[in-house]
């Protein structure tokens, strides 16, 4: 009995499985450097993209005031976001749902959300760089105040994340990657017109369609730093909204994931 007892003491344990932090982060770092590798170009048209219309405006907008022009800086910026989260992203899970490669990481012993989050945090730093050039460059030529400009790393961060996870439902949920990128792309336009306008701009009837979209409080947040007296209290809550949004969406992409790899196994 000794000897079969020491016999099963040398019987090496499966390793536990990995927490929902370590997983999520593997993800983020693997999704990063391939992101990086393979959507490097993509992110220089998206900056390109929002940088052209920041100049755009500007030989249009004049003499409408500031909160017009921070509205345009703003808009354009988190248009970096919408463009590598929305569409990016999209067309990314919309690939794997085609190919079948979901079962890869359903394989792995990690949770369907560990995916999303690092993905989507991924594709969402990998847009930081665009949007923060973009928001410098359009606050230099607009005049706008540097002040509380730092204010648009939280911002971008935040609305990166929403819109990705947004992505992330969207590719997942539509059966064939082409639906998946029109609806990115269409997505996409609507972030920039309901973004890039003033709410005073806008007819009464699509603002209530503008308070539905996670990107409109990142934006007024990073409009109203632009402008220079941000409140503090009204900037918290505009974040604390767009987080929200965030981690409803995450949650979304995660259920949807899990069913997408059980229709696939079924």
């Known amino acids: 009995m000794t000897q079969v007892g020491e016999r099963l003491e040398t019987v090496p344990r499966p390793a536990p499985a990995p927490t929902f932090i370590a997983s999520s982060t593997a993800v983020y770092l693997g999704q990063l450097a391939r992101v990086r590798a393979a959507r490097g170009p993509l992110l220089f048209v998206a900056t390109l993209q929002s940088l052209g219309i920041v100049i ?3 030989g249009v907008v ?8 921070a509205a345009i800086v703003a808009g354009s910026t988190v248009l970096v976001a919408a463009f590598v989260g929305l569409n990016l992203l999209a067309q990314r899970f919309g690939a794997l749902r085609a190919r079948g490669a979901l079962d890869y990481y359903a394989a792995l012993p990690i949770s369907g959300a560990s995916v999303v989050l690092g993905t989507t945090a991924s594709y969402a730093t990998f847009a930081a760089p665009g ?11 607009y005049g706008l105040s540097f002040t509380f400009l730092w204010l648009a790393v939280p911002v971008i961060v935040v609305a990166g994340i929403a819109l990705s996870a947004v992505g992330a439902a969207i590719g997942l949920l539509l059966p064939r990657p082409e639906l998946a990128t029109v609806v990115g792309q269409l997505a996409m336009t609507a972030v920039l017109f309901l973004g890039v306008i003033p709410p005073s701009h806008m007819p009464v009837g699509l603002r209530g369609l503008r308070d539905v979209l996670p990107s409109t409080y990142a934006v007024d947040a990073l409009a109203a730093a632009l402008r220079g007296h941000p409140a503090a209290g009204g900037q918290l809550w505009r974040l604390a909204v767009t987080a929200g949004y965030a981690a409803v969406a995450l949650l979304i992409a995660s259920r949807i994931f899990r069913r997408a790899v059980d229709r696939s196994r079924g």
């Open 56 to 58: 755009l405006l500007r």
């Open 62 to 69: 004049r003499h409408d005031g500031r909160s017009t022009a």
């Open 131 to 141: 949007a923060l050039v973009t928001a410098i460059v359009g606050a230099a030529m």
